[in-house]
């Protein structure tokens, strides 16, 4: 009979490319992966890896037996997920990462509520953008990440995932204070043509989604700075070296040389928590998800009460 973790480490070195992804998406050592891999070459009898430059390419075997090892770990995470849901208990590990907003908006109270409520539930948060979350969550790396989309650039999540709303958020202008519309009380985008931008790092979902606003709006983006924190972001707008956009959740403190000026009409995005479908019933899923909702406070959003 094959071993479900030699079938495991086999899944991850076809997922993940290399024996050190592999083992570190394992926490274990390459030798210890390399060991699992041999054991089950000398099992199926069947070479399942060749080497290709420094990295390994899968045989045709292994291919095939990739193919029914991500079935079977899919039956088994299932199977834990309905013990669990039966247990009614929330315990173990849940392994949680998110954007950084939400990091410093939602994390400290969810996590605060977890611990009073389930102090046998161990969660392991770690900071990461969705572009990199959700494929670690659909490949079964992450149990759970936190997410954002905006109204006007929907996400689209792949096959296998759920998802699940937490809140709704609103980005406002920051302008120096010397700008001409620093004491409006709203603005619409369109009249900031011609200003110069501040932005997050390329390649991230909020750089993404400038860009394309800003375009969808008429506007060119002439973007002079990148950088990844709003802090960071805040600190340029007060020195006047553009303008930026920003949500209000896990805003940090305003300097005094920046105003906050609403949009017209409001840019909303909103926050989801993503899981494996396959994970769905487990009872930690549902108790941080109740607790990131509770987290956020009242949403605006009348689609969370269905």
Known sequence: ??????????????????????????HVTTSAVSQQVAKLERETGQKLFERNGRGVR??????LLVGHAGRI???????????EAHRGVVVGELAVASFPTA????????????????????ILLSESDPTESIPRALRGDLDLAIVQDWDNDPLALPEGLDRGTICVDIADAALPADHPLAYREDIALKELAGDRWISSTPGSICHEWLTYTLRSAGLEPVIDHMVYE????????????????????GRCDVP?????????????R??????RTEAARRPAICAALDALRTAAGPSPDPLLSL
């Open 103 to 122: 990091v410093r908006g939602l994390a400290p109270a969810a996590l605060a509520q977890l611990r009073r409520e389930h102090p046998q539930l161990r």
């Open 1 to 26: 009979m094959l071993d479900l973790e030699r079938l495991r480490a086999l899944h991850a070195v076809a997922t993940h490319g290399t024996v050190s992804a592999a083992a570190d998406a394992l």
């Open 58 to 63: 899968l045989t045709d075997a292994a291919e």
């Open 270 to 275: 909103r926050i989801y928590a993503v899981w």
């Open 73 to 83: 770990l899919s039956l088994v995470e299932e199977a834990q997920a309905d013990l």
């Open 230 to 249: 709003y802090a960071t972001q805040l600190a340029l707008v007060a020195a006047g070296a553009g303008v930026s956009i920003l949500p209000r959740l």
């Open 256 to 268: 005094e040389s920046v105003r906050i000026v609403p949009l017209r009409p409001a840019l909303t």
